[in-house]
């Protein structure tokens, strides 16, 4: 089947949304690697573990199938972690990540974000090379933070400048 990114909609998440979140993040998390703790916590509850901490979750919705998710996880004010991001691999090369995670920065920065930051493992070629293109930057490793992803090899930022 050929998904074209040309028509969807991005939205905030609303109430029914938790399994299409746990399903997309799943599918890539045991297809590349395994489920983690954190993924469990994090993928169980999203409204507890993520918007009742400040953070918000977007979905790429298509042909009304929700295809991509990606979230904003609260770190301090201003600083948000991109994380949970996935495309269904059927709709994976059509544009719609870019899309996607170009809406999630724009929202960052047009409610104040000063910061952005992402973890991601270094044989994610096209996420990478897709957080580059809209931005993010390699953290130097004297800058990266212990992960609680053991997969997590590659830090990113990007920063907003301040008016």
Request: with cysteine.
């Amino acid at each position: 089947m050929n998904n074209t990114a040309l028509e969807f909609k991005i939205r905030e998440f609303e109430p029914g949304d938790e399994i299409a979140f746990r399903l997309l993040n799943e599918e890539w998390i045991t297809r590349e690697f395994v489920l983690e703790p954190k993924d469990v916590y994090s993928l169980s509850d999203p409204q507890t573990t993520i918007l009742d901490h400040g953070g918000r979750i977007f979905f790429a919705i298509q042909n009304g199938e929700t295809v991509g998710c990606c979230a904003l996880v609260a770190m301090k004010p201003g600083e948000f972690e991109v994380a949970k991001m996935a495309v269904t691999q059927a709709c994976q090369g059509t544009g719609i990540g870019r899309r996607l995670l170009q809406s999630v920065v724009e929202e960052a920065r047009a409610s104040g974000a000063t910061r952005l930051y992402l973890e991601t493992n270094h044989k994610l070629t096209p996420a990478i090379h897709l957080y580059e293109a809209v931005g993010f930057k390699r953290l130097p490793p004297e800058r990266v933070v212990p992960s609680p992803y053991a997969r997590a090899d590659v830090s990113m930022e990007l920063s907003f400048p301040t008016p």
